[in-house]
């Protein structure tokens, strides 16, 4: 018996469309990034991009539990002396509210050019209206 390996140009990839009102965002973000690495699929391949398209409406409306709307903290560092910024997670809702789901999966997601590849599978958006409408994404219930 042979080992099936899984070809990127031959995996059918669908599109699914997540409502993200009242979620919380770390178990929302499990099963996006398991999606999105494709390992529900039975022709899971781990050096494979076989994974499928997630479109994220109402990520505004995420929750997070506890006081991490206070708490929680996102860092970046430009390089430079000095160049730490960080911003809680109350203040980043209020300015992109895409990126507290955003860094979440990323986070769950290997760190090589594959996840850098999934990730681009990942359209989020603020409100309900998406414009990939074309690709007639089926509703998943997370």
Request: hydrophobic share 35%.
């Amino acid at each position: 018996m042979k080992t099936f390996v899984a070809k990127e140009q031959e995996v059918q990839k669908k599109w699914y469309l997540v409502d993200a009102e009242n979620k919380i965002v770390g178990r929302l973000a499990t099963q996006i990034a398991m999606r999105l690495r494709g390992k529900h699929k039975p022709i899971f391949t781990p050096h494979a991009d076989t994974g499928d398209f997630i479109v994220v409406v109402n990520a505004d409306k995420v929750s997070l539990t506890g006081r991490k709307w206070d708490r929680k903290t996102y860092y970046r560092y430009s390089g430079y002396i000095g160049g730490l910024k960080r911003i809680t997670a109350g203040k980043l809702r209020e300015k992109k509210p895409e990126d507290i789901l955003r860094f979440a999966v990323k986070g769950m997601l290997p760190k090589n050019s594959l996840g850098r590849r999934q990730l681009k599978k990942l359209k989020i958006y603020a409100g309900p209206e998406h414009p990939h409408e074309a690709q007639q994404p089926e509703k998943l219930e997370i």
